[in-house]
Nanobody, 116 residues
Framework: QVRLVESGGGLVHAGESLRLSCTAS????????LAWFRQAPGKQRKLVAS???????NYEDSVKGRFTVSRDNENKTVYLQMNSLKPEDTAVYYC??????????WGQGTQVTVSS
């Protein structure tokens, strides 16, 4: 069973930065599409950023130019560097790993809170 463990969340002020990490186990990490989603209170979970096995990246419009997704296949870790954070970025952030078969796994989530 795939296991994803996120870390790096916390409480920051607007304009500050955070880096989220998600480390996987029991998968051939390099072939997976990896993504970060977020879910704010009372809202649906939404895609924030993704990175393919070929390192192609995709970002939700509101985070373009502020967030960067990257992956380290050797250490089975995906990162989300978040700069210039805004209060509207406050949410629980989830790591997602999708196999070529389409089967996806989720991490437990990490809270990011941005105060104004």
């Amino acid at each position: 069973q795939v296991r994803l463990v996120e870390s790096g969340g916390g409480l920051v002020h607007a304009g500050e930065s955070l880096r989220l990490s998600c480390t996987a186990s029991k998968i051939i990490f390099s072939i997976y599409r990896l993504a970060w989603f977020r879910q704010a209170p009372g809202k649906q979970r939404k895609l924030v950023a993704s990175i393919s096995s070929g390192y192609r990246t995709n970002y939700e419009d509101s985070v373009k130019g502020r967030f960067t997704v990257s992956r380290d296949n050797e250490n089975k870790t995906v990162y989300l560097q978040m700069n210039s954070l805004k209060p509207e970025d406050t949410a629980v952030y989830y790591c997602n790993a999708e196999a070529p078969s389409g089967i996806a796994s989720w991490g437990q989530g990490t809270q990011v809170t941005v105060s104004s």
